[in-house]
C-alpha cells in the first residue's frame, strides 16, 4: 500500500477563518512532508517531520503551524490566511531514507 | 532546482511512440533521483526512483538512466498511451527526510 491519503480535497475560507488540512499514510514512513504548489509550478517545501519532530522549516509564515499528532498522522492548521496563500497543498511520506510518496493533495482557496 | 516562468515545455508523441524526458540536476550530493507523473488536479504520482550508485533502472514500461558525468537523469515510456498525457518532474534528494528539488516540469501530450 503506496497510499497518502488528504482531506479535505477542497477547502474555501476567508482571510479571518481558522481551518486544518489532514493528512494520514499507513505505510510505516517515519518522515513527513508539507509541500505547496501553485499552478504551472513544481511543489514547493514547507515543513519536514522525522520521527514526529519538526526538523525543516523552509521559513514558512508562522499563519501556517503544522503538527504531528502521531507516526501516521500530519496536519496543517491555518489561520489569518492571504488569498496569495490558494495553491494546491501537498503532503508526502517517506521512510528516513527513500523516495517520497505524495497525497492527492487539498485545493485551497483564500478569499 | 527552482522553476522558472509559466511555461511548461512540451513533448508531443504519437500513441505507440517511446517517449523520452529528460532533466538536469544540480547537486552532486543527491542520492536519490526520481520521476513523478503529476495528472491535472492530482497529486504528484510516484512513478521510479534511482539512488546514485546506479546508472539505470527499468520498470514496467518505464526506463530512468542516470548520467552522473554530466548530471542528467532521463525516463523513457516505452508505446506511450494516451492516459500517460500528463506533467512529469523529475526531483532530486539527498534522501534523508530532507527537501526534494524539483525539475521545472515537462509536459507530455499523446496524440492518436
Known amino acids: 500500500d503506496t497510499e497518502v491519503t488528504q482531506t479535505p480535497k477542497h477547502l474555501v475560507m476567508g482571510m479571518t477563518n481558522k481551518k486544518s488540512l489532514k493528512c494520514e499514510q499507513h505505510m510505516g514512513h517515519r518522515a513527513m512532508y508539507w509541500y505547496k504548489q501553485k499552478a504551472k509550478k513544481p511543489p514547493e517545501l514547507m515543513f519536514v517531520?522525522?520521527?514526529?519532530?519538526?526538523?525543516i522549516n523552509e521559513s514558512v509564515p508562522s499563519r501556517f503551524s503544522p503538527e504531528c499528532p502521531n507516526s501516521s498522522l500530519l496536519n496543517l492548521h491555518l489561520h489569518a490566511l492571504q488569498p496569495e496563500d490558494s495553491a494546491l497543498y501537498l503532503c508526502?511520506?517517506?521512510?528516513?531514507?527513500?523516495?517520497?510518496?505524495f497525497g492527492p493533495g487539498t485545493r485551497l482557496l483564500v478569499l | 532546482g527552482e522553476s522558472v516562468g509559466l511555461h511548461l515545455p512540451t513533448l508531443s508523441v504519437q500513441e505507440g511512440d517511446n517517449s523520452i524526458i529528460n532533466c538536469a540536476y544540480s547537486?552532486?550530493?543527491?542520492?536519490?533521483f526520481i520521476w513523478y507523473k503529476q495528472e491535472s488536479g492530482k497529486g504528484p504520482q510516484f512513478i521510479i526512483d534511482i539512488r546514485s550508485n546506479m546508472d539505470k533502472r527499468q520498470g514496467q514500461r518505464v526506463t530512468v538512466l542516470l548520467n552522473k558525468t554530466v548530471k542528467h537523469l532521463s525516463l523513457q515510456i516505452a508505446a506511450t498511451q494516451p492516459g500517460d498525457s500528463a506533467v512529469y518532474f523529475c526531483a532530486e534528494t539527498p534522501g534523508t527526510a530532507s527537501k526534494l528539488t524539483f525539475g521545472t516540469g515537462t509536459r507530455l501530450q499523446v496524440t492518436l
Open positions: 547537486n552532486s550530493a543527491s542520492d536519490y
Open positions: 517531520y522525522s520521527y514526529e519532530k519538526l526538523s
Open positions: 508526502a511520506s517517506s521512510h528516513p531514507t527513500g523516495s517520497q510518496y
